[in-house]
């Protein structure tokens, strides 16, 4: 087993290399595009040269499909093709790692066990990866559905005031004075920046919504395209009704985090109360021993 793990090794080592010198700096322009997570970029560049000349993720299309759809509600539909290229190899980069630190354990230690962990790892850790981008997207959605009535409310209060629906949204932009981390407003600045640009207020707004990949965003832009250009109060009437059901949206979404915190706490309370058993019930168990 010793030997034939010393051969995975060199055979995994050997193909890396060879793959690298194939690819030269064919892939030197992906390194501009921002991709967070992403910690092996020099080192998975081989790999993308396997993805794209051995059709690997043909084999798997969904995984690839919801790949890429998480990352173009994470950074946009441009450069997407090129942002699930560089996280496909970066699961195959870290598998790869895995499965060389895996035969190395066994080579020096003769234990069968280090080339399973290894290999067991290897499957788990890139799905475990896919995992955690999901997760992202689904964090996204929710800080969206949560702040998505509070800029309804806002917009509704100054429409009412008398501001049109562009100038309502722009003040709501300009009270985060400059703070755009969170993605509503950050997809909203960009809205503004593109109406600026030459783009109509219908194409902006419908650019917004895909952007957002959102239901209920879809459901506010629909409702802004058919009203705004009527204004007075069917266009308020229609954002306060839209507004109600967004805050039963956003209630909806505190109780569910509510209860998944509460069943975060278990584990860790299970395990003090294990500890307080052990370390109340050991001094007793030695008294009645001796």
Request: glycine share 8%.
């Amino acid at each position: 087993m010793q030997w034939l793990c010393g051969i995975l090794i060199c055979c995994c080592a050997f193909g890396w290399l060879l793959l690298r010198l194939r690819c030269g700096a064919r892939y030197a322009g992906l390194r501009s595009i921002r991709v967070e997570g992403l910690r092996l970029r020099r080192l998975t560049e081989p790999f993308l040269l396997l993805l794209e000349k051995g059709r690997i993720s043909s084999y798997l299309p969904s995984v690839r499909l919801r790949i890429q759809r998480s990352l173009q509600q994470l950074y946009g539909v441009r450069h997407s093709g090129e942002r699930t290229l560089l996280f496909m190899g970066e699961m195959l980069g870290y598998s790869w790692l895995l499965l060389i630190a895996g035969s190395a354990l066994t080579l020096f230690s003769g234990e069968i066990s280090g080339i399973l962990l290894g290999a067991m790892l290897a499957l788990l850790l890139p799905a475990a990866l896919a995992r955690d981008l999901h997760k992202k997207v689904r964090l996204r959605e929710q800080r969206i559905l949560m702040e998505l009535p509070e800029l309804l409310n806002s917009i509704v209060l100054l429409v009412g005031a008398g501001e049109n629906v562009q100038r309502a949204i722009v003040r709501c932009i300009e009270s985060r004075k400059g703070d755009f981390t969170h993605p509503l407003y950050k997809e909203l600045f960009t809205m503004t920046a593109e109406w600026e640009g030459g783009y109509s207020f219908q194409q902006a707004f419908e650019n917004f919504s895909k952007r957002c990949a959102v239901q209920e965003v879809s459901l506010f832009t629909t409702a802004v395209l058919l009203n705004y250009r009527r204004g007075g109060s069917d266009f308020v009437l229609a954002l306060r009704d839209l507004s109600r059901m967004l805050w039963e949206k956003r209630k909806a979404i505190s109780r569910t985090r509510g209860e998944q915190a509460s069943a975060k706490l278990v584990f860790p309370m299970v395990v003090i109360f294990l500890i307080v058993i052990v370390l109340v019930g050991t001094p007793a168990i030695m008294m009645l021993k001796m």
